[in-house]
């Protein structure tokens, strides 16, 4: 059986205990373990591992797969497990998923560092081979976070698993075993950031009690280190010392980034302000984008800009025409300008797109009743009925 934390003090050796009278590097570190080792004792028979845990752990997995049941079956929309409207390279082959999932995990990392240029339209190319930058540079880091999961899980569970939380919660959304309709997404992180910021607040929160365990520390420069000393470089006394040597610089650092964080966010809010002023953004990063242009016309529509909305869901047109919305979107502006033949031949074409396309099904029909087109309107009418009874 393991003596008492009180029993061990007593066998500290003599230089030690000499260093601990002369107020030296190494008695005031450990006088600093031996009062973190009485202050963490009512913790001590913390566990990740708990029976409330599990409990919880099961209820939320049950959750989830209840609610997975469900999508597979009642609620089972068109392409549930595969958001492409057609198979492609990357539907057809998991390992270019997978090359293209690392190559995205350098880009989640900077824009947690480093949030600028941000954009809820980004998108990245197809990796298909991983003699790539990109996906060496995913694969390093998914190796340094198993590395400092196993090197932490005993010592900062809290490290470990925040990295852990990170990678499970943004595997749903790394196309993987789903392709989803992006490839990837700054609204993926949302979730994800958490355990990021999980390690960073353990590792910031740990600095600051090192200070306040030895207030008082001699610090020593670097080259004062032993050969034997600098050799252990990830020992407690040399990893102290640096800590210590930078503390002030470290916070000093640390205040003017939640400055600059905090400017980033006010600015980020006059993006958002409305839609206009967002996809107008969102343009100048994609501007040979069909999905921004139709979303700016919307945007344009609902403030009665209703030529500007035109000229958008003309461009995103020309650009793909394979959206059956930008063609609805055009056929209600023309309604409403009284142009009844444009507003059928889009209403038309936006079928043409998509059969299941229901939304443009009765104003068609309405449109054509009203022309005197009656049988034309009956047409469609037996077309959209299976789909209403369904």
Same mark, same amino acid.
């Given at each position: ?49 708990? #029976? ?62 480093? #949030? ?20 060496f540079l995913g694969t390093f880091i998914v190796l340094l976070s198993?590395?400092?999961? /196993?090197?932490? /899980?005993?010592?900062? #569970? ?6 852990? /939380? ?48 030895? #207030? ?17 470089? /990830? ?63 919307? =945007? ?49 074409? =936006? ?40």
């Open positions: 059986m393991r003596p008492p934390f009180q029993r061990i003090s007593r066998h500290i050796p003599a230089s030690v205990d000499r260093a601990k009278s002369e107020g030296t590097l190494a008695g005031r570190i450990t006088r600093g373990r031996t009062q973190r080792g009485k202050d963490s004792n009512k913790y001590s028979n913390f566990s990740l591992l708990s #029976p409330w845990g599990i409990v919880l752990t099961l209820c939320l997995f049950s959750i989830t797969l209840f609610y997975t049941i469900l999508r597979l079956t009642i609620l089972n929309f068109q392409n549930t497990l595969n958001f492409f409207a057609s198979d492609n390279i990357f539907t057809q082959n998991i390992l270019f998923r997978i090359y293209t999932f690392l190559s995205t995990l350098p880009i989640y990392l900077k824009l947690i560092v480093f #949030p600028i240029n941000l954009q809820p339209e980004r998108t990245i190319p197809i990796q298909t081979s991983f003699l790539n930058l990109s996906v198993a590395l400092l999961i /196993w090197k932490t /899980w005993k010592k900062s #569970p809290l490290i470990a698993f925040g990295i852990l /939380w990170f990678y499970i919660t943004i595997f749903p959304s790394s196309n993987i075993i789903i392709p989803i309709n992006a490839l990837i997404a700054e609204h993926w992180l949302y979730t994800p950031s958490i355990g990021i910021f999980l390690v960073i607040s353990v590792l910031i929160s740990a600095i600051y009690h090192q200070i306040n365990l030895n #207030p008082n520390i001699e610090i020593r420069n670097p080259k004062q280190f032993s050969k034997f000393e600098f050799s252990k470089i /990830w020992s407690f006394e040399f990893v102290s010392n640096f800590v210590l040597r930078a503390s002030n610089l470290f916070f000093i650092l640390l205040t003017c980034i939640l400055i600059l964080l905090s400017f980033r966010t006010i600015t980020q809010n006059s993006i958002w302000r409305d839609q206009i002023s967002l996809y107008e953004y969102i343009q100048t990063y994609n501007p040979d984008s069909a999905r921004v242009h139709n979303n700016l016309g919307m =945007a344009y529509s609902n403030k009665g800009k209703n030529d500007q909305a035109i000229n958008e869901y003309k461009k995103a047109i020309q650009l793909s025409d394979t959206y059956p919305q930008s063609h609805h979107n055009l056929a209600r502006i023309y309604a409403q300008k009284g142009m009844i033949n444009e507003a059928i031949a889009e209403y038309k074409k =936006a079928i043409t797109l998509d059969p299941n396309f229901l939304f443009s099904y009765t104003p068609l029909i309405d449109l054509l009743k009203k022309s005197g087109r009656i049988d034309e309107a009956n047409l469609y009418e037996e077309k959209v009925t299976p789909y209403i009874k369904n």
